[in-house]
């Protein structure tokens, strides 16, 4: 019995990094369709390429992170980590009903956090750990912000005496096929490792790893598989709304908002920080739409994402917790 | 009348700044330890080179607006035109 739930679990965890990757392969391809350097479908299996190969590129601290260092792992159980992922799922689907931002990263660290809390009480969290991905959760938007603002005054500075627009709009669309590449490899690297996360959490509560084990590569191949699959399956349908939804972007732009988000990925994955990777693009779009004008950033987006940080945690940490209690009391 | 991108810069300056103070972690815990301090993880200059970069910025926005105004001389030859 235990052996399927354990299955169960890891099919639950794996449904939600392919939903992942459905909603969030718009970030890394919105600019590119916006500015018709790729067609939709093409964007979308360009992007999800990079998103299974970023498990050749990065390693998996990020998946490290999340097992071992929201909780305790000695408290982890196949029970915690089902109703940590039923917060997530649960806060998820709530936000989406009422039109409520939100980030499904963080969803899962709160979900964990409260199905722990759940079980065996306050002391099981990692403060450290929740305080490192607390405090990046408002950096990343904050330094995508400023890197894509820093990119755009640099590629205008390099580029403000080229008199011949046309040819040098060329070069930018052929550099946005590398950046959205570089967007997706980060995208696949952050994103990815949390299921992955999850799903080494159950395998060492479920005894078939060792608390001190590493991800096992089918793990690693199974995330990438479904995070890519989602990209495959339907993100471009809300590519356009992506596109356009906080500010116009040129071939230039999107070049810098992407390279920013980029590096931002780069950088917290390489350090094992989860981070939300739409905040993270979002962050970088408005700093390049900030370069123009203040009335150039919808700043309606951008006031969703401070929301999204203050109520994500707390609703998803809520929901497991009340789900532990009730799973405790049935068992 | 300063551009309220400078305001915006430095409302983010100052997010960072007040990150700083909680930008030292602790490595997880090994499975089964309480979580306590181990070897520290010191992030302190991310949210340092943030504010840094978002003061340059400030900054550089307050100059070009600055730049961009009409002197006094210029708006009095306006004004009379």
Not at chain 1, 213 to 232: D, K, Q, R, S, Y
Not at chain 1, 255 to 263: D, L
Not at chain 1, 308 to 328: E, F, M, N, S
Request: charged share 10%; proline share 3%; glycine share 10%.
């Amino acid at each position: 019995l235990e052996t399927f739930a354990v299955v169960a679990v890891i099919g639950i965890a794996l449904a939600f990094d392919f939903t992942n990757g459905f909603h969030d392969a718009a970030n890394a391809i919105a600019t590119v369709v916006a500015t018709r350097v790729l067609s939709p479908r093409v964007a979308v299996a360009w992007a999800a390429m990079f998103n299974f190969i970023a498990f050749v590129v990065f390693g998996t601290t990020v998946a490290a992170t999340i097992a071992k260092g929201v909780v305790d792992p000695a408290v982890l159980s196949v029970g915690v980590v089902f109703t940590g992922l039923l917060g997530a799922i649960g806060w998820t689907l709530l936000t989406f009903y009422l039109g409520l931002p939100t980030s499904s990263s963080h969803a899962l660290v709160g979900g964990i956090a409260g199905a722990a809390i759940g079980r065996a009480g306050l002391h099981t969290v990692q403060r450290s750990g929740l305080q490192k991905i607390g405090v990046f959760i408002v950096l990343s938007p904050m330094i995508g912000l400023a890197l894509g603002l820093l990119f755009t005054l640099t590629l205008m500075w390099v580029f403000h005496r080229v008199r011949h627009v046309e040819r040098l709009n060329r070069g930018f669309r052929v550099g946005q096929l590398l950046s959205s590449a570089a967007f997706s490899l980060g995208h696949g690297a952050n994103d990815a490792q949390k299921t992955m996360g999850i799903i080494l959490a159950l395998l060492i509560a479920s005894k078939h790893a060792a608390p001190t084990a590493g991800v096992p590569l089918w793990v690693v191949l199974a995330a990438h598989t479904a995070i890519g699959l989602g990209t495959l399956s339907g993100g471009w349908r809300i590519v356009k709304t992506m596109g356009s939804k906080i500010t116009r972007l040129q071939p230039a732009g999107g070049v810098a908002a992407e390279s920013a988000a980029a590096v931002t990925l780069f950088f917290t994955s390489s350090r094992g920080i989860p981070v939300s990777t739409t905040h993270t693009i979002t962050g970088a779009i408005v700093g390049v739409g900030s370069t123009q004008r203040v009335s150039a950033v919808r700043w309606g987006v951008a006031s969703q994402v401070v929301w999204a940080w203050v109520l994500t945690i707390p609703g998803a940490l809520v929901i497991a917790y009340v789900g532990q209690l009730v799973l405790r009391a049935l068992s | 009348v300063i551009d309220r991108r400078v305001w915006i810069f430095l409302i983010c300056a100052l997010a960072c700044v007040a990150l700083i103070p909680f930008s030292n972690f602790d490595k997880p815990a090994k499975p089964g330890e309480k979580a306590k301090a181990h070897k520290s993880q010191n992030y302190r200059w991310v949210p340092e080179a943030t504010a840094g970069a978002y003061l340059a910025l400030a900054a550089m926005v307050a100059a070009d607006s600055a730049a961009r105004r009409p002197s006094s001389r210029e708006r009095s030859v306006q004004n009379r035109a």
